[in-house]
């Protein structure tokens, strides 16, 4: 191939350019202490910032302090919380990558156990821990599953405070640095919960028909649109199906993207599933590499906006050809990067036919170009 490849190609989104259109998905590490970030998450993120990757996203955050998954997840509900951001976003900028921040509300997977410890509901042994159990929210009191909590049926007055805090945590990104805001309303989460009828009974104006459920999906975005600066991007995730019959389908996927669109959110994040157990076990259809692709090319096509795809994309020229095809925008990678955090310079390497030593950060490029050049030595 050229070395010009698409994957490796600038990409402008308002008055953002990214170097390339690899993106390191958001990944919860449950590592966080009472909703700060800590040495764990500034090492783990800045090893995608020196593999290479275009734009790498913070894991999901909590607008307010019961929107966390697990007691291990961060926030961005106080001012206390954005120092921390800000070193992250701060070393990510002086080595040329950008920086998003995935702003979320757990809803009613709120209180969690961290999963390695069973990634179900709080237990009694959790509670030794010292990880004790709050009331989820949801949009119906309906549990995720037999023997989940019940979650509080939010009031008109919850919705208004959730809104309020979702456009707070907006501001301190800004102030932290972010490039890019990406509102999550995919994964079973708060957002999600709204759009779909199985977890969404509500009688009132945040439920019934399409155009109800999709409401508070639609004035959260309004009002992060409205404080985020205009020259910046904003994201929103979606599972754009539940993988159930009674559940979210497609065709509203398509329905809520061009909504968005009109509020001024510049890239639909492709996902699924996760409506009912954990979200990387929800039943979205059969998993096999680059599974959520067609969900990502549909969007783009039928509602004219640019699109992220995601899940079991970990070859580069599978993921350039996504591109080539014109399937998606921007290609992320998640458990591929953590296997391999130097995956974006081994897939230019890989689309190049050559090594390209010299683009990696020269604190390592300046001794693998070396070594490189004594295997070709003894290979001549």
Known sequence: MSELVKLF?????????????????????????????????????????????????TEATAVQKSGRITHGCPGLWEDGQIAAHSEITSFARTHGAASAIQLAHAGRKGGMQRPWYGNSFLKEEDHVRGDNPWTPLGPSPIPVDDGWPVPHEMTVQDIQALKDDFVAAARRAERAGYDVVEIHGAHGYLIHSFLSPISNHRKDAYGGNLQNRIRLALEITDSVRAVWPDHLPLFFRVSAVDGSADGWQIEDTVYLAKALKSLGVDVIDCSSGGIAGSATTGNSGLRQPGFQVPFAALVRESASISTMTVGLITHAKQAESILQENQADLIAIGREALANPNWPWHARQALNEKCQYHRWPEQSGWWLERRQQSCDFYTE
Not at 13 to 33: D, E, F, K, T, W
């Open 9 to 57: 190609t600038d990409c402008a989104l308002r008055g953002l350019s990214l170097c390339n259109r690899i993106v390191i998905s958001p990944m919860c590490q449950y590592s966080a202490h009472d909703g700060y970030l800590d040495a764990w998450h500034k090492i783990h993120l800045g090893r995608f910032v020196m593999g290479g990757a275009g734009l790498i996203f």
